[in-house]
């Protein structure tokens, strides 16, 4: 059974960081795209960043979140610097059975439970 299990998320002021986790279990994601997404109250869900052979973010982000991944711990990080209130959310990890990166959420099987981000202004 696949389980993608986030943490590191919290409440962070303004211009400050956070390095959220996602460490996968039940089969390898070697290779295969993991992106982030986030969902803030009343909004749609998001796509943030994915990646697989490369990485790709949306234009809000860009710059300052950075996501890697540690194929050995079959895990994948995002590094979120600088951070704003508007990038108050819950924090989503996904994984699919593709190398292809896609922002599309429902293009994944698999996700993670969520992490709360609080940036306070």
């Known amino acids: 059974q696949v389980q993608l299990v986030e943490s590191g998320g919290g409440l962070v002021q303004a211009g400050g960081s956070l390095r959220l986790s996602c460490a996968a279990s039940?089969?390898?994601?070697?290779?295969?795209?993991m992106g982030w997404f986030r969902q803030a109250p009343g909004k749609e869900r998001e796509f943030v960043a994915v990646?697989?052979?490369?990485?790709y973010y949306t234009a809000s982000v860009k710059v300052r979140f950075t996501i890697s991944r540690d194929n050995a711990k079959n895990t994948v990080y995002l590094q979120m610097n600088n951070l704003k209130p508007e990038d108050t959310a819950v924090y989503y990890c996904?994984?699919?059975?593709?190398?292809?990166?896609?922002?599309?959420?429902?293009?994944?099987?698999?996700w993670g439970q969520g992490t709360e981000v609080t940036v306070s202004s």
């Open positions: 990646i697989s052979r490369s990485e």
């Open positions: 996904a994984a699919r059975l593709s190398v292809l990166t896609t922002t599309t959420p429902s293009a994944y099987n698999w």
């Open positions: 039940g089969r390898s994601f070697t290779n295969y795209a």
